[in-house]
């Protein structure tokens, strides 16, 4: 890696959730890659579980979205006008001094090198099953609905997107986000509405609906992994927080 990355490397503690999603072809990878641009911060909210930080709490709910900020290529990635766009300009990155190996490349969702996929990245590795279940449901749901082209990209703001991404490693799902289009401030329940409604088609043609529907009303109403985490830290401190994710991950 290199002394000039060293600092970074050394306090990286952190576990992510990458989903890979199958796609037909590296231009439909884009196309979702380009619709997956406006959804990335609310599946960072719903995937937030890293609120603690050396045995402090962080006041974020995805601590480990807000370490990512260090490494040279990180947070939402751009838009592109093709797959020849995506490999000439990832070229030009990978050739740079500041970027040692294509591994470097820490968007929060990316074509796969290995694989025919769209690897999405932005969730935390999480206690539950289910809820990694649930993160891989609504992520396949978004990238098939993309690829059917049923709905249009949005030339999203850049700024507004990293802030909506920071909103988003903060608040998790106990506090309001910042709406990817518009700028203003959004409730989660709103987007968990226009995340169903949008890939209700691609997730009833996997029989996936009902599940998501139950379980992302599940997860609104009982927490996610860090207000879980923070519930179990307040009636025990840290003895019970783990004790709590040792059962959990037992689930």
């Not at 406006?38 to 603690?52: E, H, I, K, R, V």
């Not at 045995?55 to 939402?76: A, E």
């Not at 609905?145 to 700024?159: D, H, I, M, N, S």
Request: proline share 4%; net charge neutral.
């Amino acid at each position: 890696m290199g002394k000039f990355i060293s600092g970074i490397a050394a306090e990286h503690y952190m576990c992510g959730l990458h989903v890979h999603v199958s796609i037909p072809d590296s231009e439909a990878g884009v196309r979702a890659l380009n619709f997956l641009r406006g959804w990335l911060p609310f599946l960072c909210a719903l995937g937030a579980n890293s609120p603690y930080w050396r045995g402090v709490d962080s006041s974020f709910s995805s601590w480990r979205t807000i370490h990512y900020r260090k490494w040279s290529v990180q947070g939402i990635p751009p838009c592109f006008a093709d797959f020849r766009d995506y490999e000439t300009r990832l070229a030009r990155i990978n050739g740079t001094a500041a970027v040692p190996d294509p591994g470097h490349i820490g968007w929060s969702a990316r074509l796969s090198e290995k694989y025919p996929t769209i690897e999405i990245r932005v969730a935390d590795s999480q206690l539950r099953a289910q809820d990694s279940v649930l993160l891989a449901v609504l992520m396949r749901g978004l990238v098939e609905t993309a690829v059917a082209g049923v709905f249009e990209a949005v030339e999203y703001l850049p700024e507004v997107l990293d802030l909506s991404l920071w909103q988003a490693a903060k608040n998790g799902i106990t506090g309001g986000q910042v709406d990817t289009g518009t700028g203003a401030s959004i409730a989660v329940k709103e987007l968990a509405r226009r995340l169903l409604r949008i890939a209700e088609n691609a997730l009833r043609d996997h029989g996936d609906y009902d599940f998501a529907v139950i379980s992302l009303r599940n997860m609104l109403e009982t927490g996610n992994g860090a207000v879980r985490q923070r519930a179990a830290f307040d009636r025990g401190a840290f003895m019970h927080l783990l004790a709590n994710a040792h059962a959990e991950m037992q689930i």
